[in-house]
């Protein structure tokens, strides 16, 4: 499996607090993603990275930002919590080769009270 | 975007068959991917297909894919306990592009 790493693993906060997950990965891979696991939708995309300083929206991108200011490390920035967000995140990361795939790191549970 | 519809859950019994499935709208997916999810833990790729494939087996697993109804299946032979998990397809053109996932189900095994 990929090295791939998140922190904090859980988090509680309050509406209106920003709040920033961290993604690290030692595969040297160029692309990186967020997504939020919620019940009944399954995962969604937020936002994704191709590369250092290059990322594109998801799916569903509204509230959050991210920055990838180095190769391993893929941050999601939550400016202003909202309870909408409490879920679980997960990061991922994929090589360049055409049969690569995505591998995912273990997830941080969220709480927006 | 994309819609991936899987049924949300399913129970065997240890030792039998399970069949998982999933049917998906964008006909230009070039690769199917199923995931498993157990408790607490994240996603661990189980096997992918190729769309120009109609089935992949991979010891206990078998995929199956019908490009026609846009139907991907899953059936792990002699289901075990450590098998119970949340399963999720999903689909997409390359492994690097966004990836639409289903709602994932959740298979329980009865010992």
Same mark, same amino acid.
């Given at each position: 499996d990929a090295g791939i790493t998140q922190s904090p693993r859980h988090k509680v906060t309050e509406t209106g607090t920003p709040v920033t997950l961290r993604c690290h990965q030692? !595969?040297?891979?160029r692309y990186m993603y967020w997504y939020r696991q919620d019940p009944g939708h399954g995962l969604r995309l937020i936002h994704y990275s191709y590369g250092v300083k290059d990322t594109d929206k998801g !799916?569903?991108?509204?509230g959050y930002s991210v920055s990838r200011s180095k190769t391993e490390d893929f941050l999601l920035t939550l400016e202003s919590a909202t309870s909408s967000q409490t879920s679980v995140y997960f990061c991922a990361s994929c090589g360049v080769g055409s049969t690569d795939t995505q591998y995912f790191g273990p997830g941080t549970r969220l709480t927006v009270l | 975007g994309e819609d991936v519809e899987q049924s949300l859950f399913l129970s065997v019994r240890e030792g039998d068959s399970s069949v998982i499935n999933c049917t998906y %709208? @964008?006909?230009?997916?070039t690769y199917l991917y199923w995931y498993k999810q157990e408790p607490g833990a994240g996603l661990q790729l189980l096997t992918y297909i190729f769309s120009n494939m109609d089935m992949k087996q991979d010891q206990r697993l078998t995929v199956l894919l019908n490009k026609k109804d846009k139907h991907l299946s899953l059936r792990i032979a @002699? %289901?075990? %306990?450590? @098998?119970s998990a949340i399963y999720f397809c999903a689909e997409g053109e390359t492994g690097a592009n966004n990836l639409f996932f289903g709602t994932g189900t959740r298979l329980t095994v009865i010992p």
């Open positions: 030692t !595969e040297n891979h !799916e569903v991108s509204d | %709208t @964008d006909s230009s997916s @002699d %289901t075990q %306990t450590g @098998d």
